[in-house]
């Protein structure tokens, strides 16, 4: 409600009036790769959700809350949605699908530096058939956009999503993204915060840890290997007020695989645990003692059981 200034009471100063709070989801969805996680952590401001430029890298839901004094957005960052071939990637494409629901706006992230490919086609087909909120299609990668390609590509997007709005970004830079976060907060309802201002996850901090050793064994492996690793923390331990200890097994689904994440004379192991302790003192804020145990389960990707452990079931 506009307000007078009340020391001059008898000269009221005209003020425009206080845009009101909005708050709400916003569901970030694409195919794998095109840099949906990339965006989330961009606006978060916190590494919420790992990255790498292995497709299929999020395999579960995470949100991270972005609080202004305007307004708070829950993004809800989703796993690529392509089409699965094994029981891990049926449960990673359901739970992206599943976020669609009661959402207040959605931003389909391509990448926009290559004309669009099947599994576009088939998540602008879901949109249309599933969802009533704003849509807003990103085109992503504008750094690697050929300028004699803009139109052709830009076109082809435009012909395939039916969107509310654009916007041509860069996410590793953070080109245009307030444009476009304009865009989401202009759509959000009206309301107060839904979260507590300090909150910029609703993650576990055992689950972000077993994602930053997951993330390090995506950066520094090849081939099949990526997609054939799960992280699980089995003890997290608070030793002293500034000391964590805490133990993960890294599953692999064969004997070879489990070879090369530990490398020579325990290497790679070693080279993995190093860079992602540093980056889970950053969540703790302490002192972190980590301790990581290679072990094969043969098609874990294909074992309910297994799959039910790691957290990657919708029952
Ligand atoms: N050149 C360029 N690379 C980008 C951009 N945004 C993201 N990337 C890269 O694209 C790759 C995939 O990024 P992610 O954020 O993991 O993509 P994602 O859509 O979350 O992928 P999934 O989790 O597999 O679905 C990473 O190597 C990013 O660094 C961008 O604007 N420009
Ligand atoms: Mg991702």
Request: contains cysteine; proline residues 6%.
């Amino acid at each position: 409600m506009p307000r007078r200034n009340q020391e001059t009471p008898n000269h009221p100063i005209t003020e425009s009036p206080t845009p009101a709070h909005r708050a709400g989801f916003c569901v970030i969805v694409g195919r794998p790769n095109v840099g949906k996680s990339t965006l989330l952590n961009l606006y978060v401001g916190a590494k919420v959700a790992i990255v790498s430029d292995k497709p299929q890298t999020t395999r579960r839901v995470v949100r991270g809350i972005l609080t202004r004094p305007d307004a708070q957005i829950v993004f809800v960052d989703t796993p690529g949605i392509h089409r699965p071939i094994h029981p891990l990637g049926k449960f990673m494409v359901r739970s992206a699908v599943d976020t669609l629901d009661g959402v207040d706006v959605v931003v389909f992230v391509v990448d926009g530096s290559r004309m669009p490919t099947q599994e576009d086609e088939d998540i602008a087909e879901l949109l249309k058939a599933r969802v009533n909120a704003p849509v807003l299609l990103a085109l992503n990668k504008m750094d690697l956009l050929k300028r004699d390609a803009v139109g052709e590509i830009t076109q082809a997007f435009f012909d395939l999503v039916k969107h509310d709005d654009w916007m041509r970004i860069a996410a590793t830079k953070g080109d245009n993204t307030d444009k476009l976060l304009d865009m989401i907060v202009a759509r959000l309802p009206e309301g107060p915060a839904l979260f507590p201002e300090d909150e910029i996850t609703d993650a576990p901090l055992q689950y972000l840890a077993a994602e930053l050793v997951r993330e390090q064994l995506l950066l520094n492996t090849r081939q099949e290997i990526p997609h054939s690793i799960a992280v699980m923390v089995d003890e997290w331990e608070e030793r002293s007020s500034s000391l964590t200890y805490i133990s993960a097994t890294i599953w692999v689904e064969k004997d070879s695989q489990k070879a090369i994440v530990i490398g020579e004379r325990g290497s790679m192991l070693k080279r993995v645990g190093q860079a992602a302790r540093k980056q889970i003192e950053e969540w703790v804020g302490h002192q972190v003692y980590l301790e990581l145990t290679v072990k094969v389960r043969q098609q874990w990707r294909r074992d309910d059981r297994l799959l039910r452990e790691l957290g990657y079931s919708l029952d």
